[in-house]
């Protein structure tokens, strides 16, 4: 069988990336450090997925799937040097662990002389992943072997839109492998991140430009989830479907999504109503109770997700810049500032800058929004009025 590599057994890897993969006749391998899944993986040579909706619960089985340990570097790049298909799907933060195993195996890929494409789908929660990633590689290569990986290796940008909560303690204790995912199964990718023609891989469509997909779900999407965290913890919700039952929050919510629809429809022109079936998909599933997406996961890490270019900050300046108010999207960045759940210490972190620096001061930090510009004119203004 061909052979795939994923960095990352987590949520998305092993929740979403891998399933495809496996689907279209790969043989996936996976690099973590959490021994107790890497062995659960190996012992069985396949997991269990629960796709699950209000109406109907579907088990699936993926494999075959085998587990290294990310410490393994001699078997990792060994697997880097052969593979015909990867991905990362790790966390913003770990790629620095990520990138020097997969330079070590690019060398060694380099000195065995294996000029098949390997791209690389870069499945994190962040804007220019790809040109990131290939960066940090790049650094950690040595530089005799940058021609190799600028014509063998592509670096794939993708939007990531499938939920997947984080298993529960009781059903990790029950089996370390299965999780619990929604049915929703596409994945847009960079159609010019690639080496070669892009492969054929299950749910997975190429487009150029890209952006117009980055921006549906950073704007449209995780705005959403994010307006809907943030009203529902200011109304006691700890769940976001029960958050988003509530009628106030559900207006809030869709109205935050229709300004950034409204935005990107002045800016890319897609084909007309269909940002509209987008929002009402996403409601549809925000709707799904067994997944159990608590407030709190949706709405920690504040201070990101307040950045200037992130989910709200990033939405609304980009609909001011085409001529949309964003009054609700306004109403969700007012209400992320007085985000302070106490089981996120980071929450906690921005509570005490607004204490100590005050609100000005506050978001010309964290967000990159000066005291005088207009959006931050309208979010003081809000955020007083909350």
Known sequence: MKEAVIFGAGNIGRGFIGQLYSESGYEVTFVDVDQPLLDAINQRGEYTIRLVTNERTEEVRVGPVHALHANNIEAVTALVSRAELGATAVGANVLKFVAPNLAKGFARRAAAGNTDPLNLIICENLKGAASIVRGMVKDALPPEHHAFMQAHVGFVDTVIARMVPPPTPEQRAQDPGMIV???????????????????????????????????????????????LAYLGYQGGFEYGYEALADDDIYFQVRGAMEESALTLAR?????????????????????????????????????????????????????????????????????????NHPEDPLAAELQAKLHGYGLARTLSEVSELPAGEPLAEMVMARYRAI
Do not use: C
């Open 181 to 227: 995912v929604e049915p929703y199964k596409e994945l847009p990718v960079d159609r010019n991140g690639f080496i070669g023609q892009p492969p054929v891989v299950v749910g997975m469509t190429p487009y150029a430009p890209f952006s117009f997909f980055t921006e549906r779900k950073l704007y449209i999407h995780n705005a959403g989830h994010a307006v």
């Open 267 to 339: 800016k890319y022109h897609p084909p007309q109503g269909a940002l509209r079936v987008n929002i009402d998909d996403l409601l549809h599933r925000f709707e799904n109770t067994v997944l159990g997406d608590t407030i709190l996961r949706l709405g920690r890490d504040p201070i990101r997700k307040l950045g200037r270019t992130d989910r709200l900050i990033g939405a609304a300046l980009n609909a001011l810049a085409e001529g949309v108010t964003p009054v609700h999207l306004v109403t969700g960045i007012a209400a992320a500032l007085k985000f």
